[in-house]
Structure formats: C-alpha cells, structure tokens
C-alpha cells in the first residue's frame, strides 16, 4: 500500500525516530539553510524594532504594537538589553482574561521572561527547528556570551520564515507541498474544532474566553451558516481596548475583521502558504463551504484553524 509522506511523518512521530527526515522535506530545509537570521532582521529593522520597558504600562505596549502592526515587543531595562518577550498573547492570556487594567498593569508582570532566543549567525532551517520545538511564534535574535544577551538585532516571527519560504517555492516541485491542510493536521494530531467560531452576536469577552480555551489567536465569525468575518487578537487590541471599549459591552461584530481569507480542508499546503504570504497573515480558518456559507452537509468534516506555526511544525521533522 502506497505511504503519503504525512504517513511517513506521522510513523515517525509514533515510533519516535528523531533523525527521521523525509528527502522532500530535506529539500526544503536546504532553502530554509540559505539565509541567515540576521539578513532578515536587516530587512525588518527598516521598519524598527519595537522595544519596550519592563516599567512601560501594557496599554503604551499594545499602543507601540499597533503602530506598526507588528505582534511582539521586545522588553528591555537599563542592565539588561532583553528581560523578556510581550506578545498579544500575553496580554490576552494574562491581562484581559483575569480582569486586569492595561492601564495600570506593567509590562513586567504580564510579559513571557526566560525567553526562547537564536543567533543572528543561525540559518532559517534551525530558527524555523527551535519554533517547532518551543511552540513559539516568535524568537528574538540576539548576541549571547556566557549566556548572557550582548545585543538584540529584533524578532523573527513564524511569518518571516513562511514568506521566505513562499517566495523560494515559485516554480520548484516539492511532493510535500501537495499535501492538504487535513493533512497536516492528522500530522500534528490535531483533532476538528468546531469551536473555532462564534456568532457575530456575541460579547468579546466571551469570544478570547473560547480563544484562550482552544489555544488559538483567531475565531471565524458566522451570521447563521454565512462566514461573515474574522476576529483576531490584533482586532481585539486595535478596535477595542486602544478605543476604550469594553469586551464585556462590545459584540464581536463591532470590532471584527470583514476581509477574511478562508480555505477548505483540501486545501494544498503550497495554496496555504501562498494565501498567507501574500495577506500577511498568520492564521487562516479552515472549513468546508458553499461559497460564503458552511457546508451543513460535511459536518464531520474537518473545522478549524491552521496557522504559520502549524505548517512550520508540519515540515519540522527531527
């Protein structure tokens, strides 16, 4: 009987062979070893690095966040040119759902300390193998002697990797990238969803609750069987608390995202990584439809959310 490489994975996975390495993947880690961290920090540094104080208040964080539309902050002080990592996540995880004030909570005590980092000398392929490994999003790339931070050049995120990579793609046939978005959650034993949603009349609040309960940054949102929209955690931070809403008040169709890019399960993981690449985004619902509307008929079918780290957790073998 004929493997899918997702077969060949997942063997891996279940009889736990670290060294396993598919050639198809292989090939992808060699285009990944191409480019340094540091030429892509270069390239993101034009825009700046955001940097915060461990004494900053949450809200001038997310403030310096929005600005330049970026989803992590570097946190320094005066000793120190790296104390931590403040991410969305941790706002939404640590602050907003234990009821604190982001104007009156600093970044210290909210923000992710002990933080995962990488060379600046490090290629891709092993940035892309420290994420898959930490589960992190986002790594700074800094300096270390004798374990101690010298210099911080910025923050690779899983997105930097995954537009390198869809960029490198173009024209090259790897067998792997044709292998759906299903696919790549049998891989990481990811079981369906369907909570990965919510109705467009419901309170935000509850929204990050079922957010923070199913570990995602993102919710789809419905209007009876009608995709209707998106709801982020950077909608969250942009549209509400900047504005002084509040998520106990405000409902989600207020402050959600209208343009939303969806994709159903049969999706190839190249048509994936293309859509991300060229929105700019990190996470993308996956459901079966008609259109705008949910299948009624597929509801066993797959209904969830595939994000950067996902696929780079999918091409992550070792």
Do not use: W
């Not at 046939?173 to 949603?197: K, P, Q, W």
């Amino acid at each position: 009987m004929k493997r899918t490489v997702t077969s060949l994975i997942r063997q891996a996975v279940d009889v736990g062979k670290s060294t396993f390495r598919h050639p198809e993947v292989k090939g992808l880690s060699q285009l990944l070893k191409t480019v340094k961290a540091e030429s892509v920090m270069k390239q993101k540094n034009e825009q700046g690095v955001i940097v915060v104080r461990r004494t900053d208040t949450v809200f001038s964080a997310i403030a310096q966040m929005s600005n330049y539309n970026v989803g992590a902050a570097l946190v320094q002080d005066t000793e120190n040119p790296l104390t931590g990592i403040f991410t969305e996540r941790d706002y939404l995880y640590k602050l907003i759902l234990e009821g604190r004030n982001s104007k009156a909570t600093k970044v210290e005590a909210v923000m992710t300390p002990n933080v995962v980092t990488a060379s600046p000398n490090e290629d891709l392929d092993t940035c892309s193998s420290i994420m898959a490994k930490a589960g992190k999003r986002h790594i700074p790339i800094c300096d270390l002697e004798n374990e101690k931070v010298q210099k911080v050049y910025g923050i690779l995120s899983a997105k930097d990797v995954l537009k390198f990579l869809a960029q490198s793609i173009e024209g090259k046939d790897f067998e792997i990238l044709n292998e759906t978005v299903a696919g790549v959650f049998d891989a990481l034993a990811r079981e369906s969803s369907e909570l990965c949603y919510v109705n467009q009349g419901a309170f935000v609040f509850d929204a990050l609750a079922t957010m923070r309960d199913h570990k995602v940054g993102a919710l789809f949102v419905t209007k009876g069987q009608e995709i209707c929209g998106i709801f982020t955690e950077r909608d969250y931070l942009n549209n509400l608390i900047l504005k002084g809403r509040s998520s106990k008040e405000t409902k989600v169709k207020d402050v959600m995202n209208r343009n939303v890019q969806f994709i159903p399960p049969n999706t190839s993981v190249r048509e994936c990584l293309s859509l991300m690449a060229k929105h700019g985004i990190q996470t993308v619902p996956v459901v079966p439809t008609i259109g705008y509307f949910i299948d009624d008929s597929t509801r066993n079918e797959l209904v969830g959310m595939i994000t950067s780290l996902d696929i780079i957790k999918f091409l992550e073998t070792e």
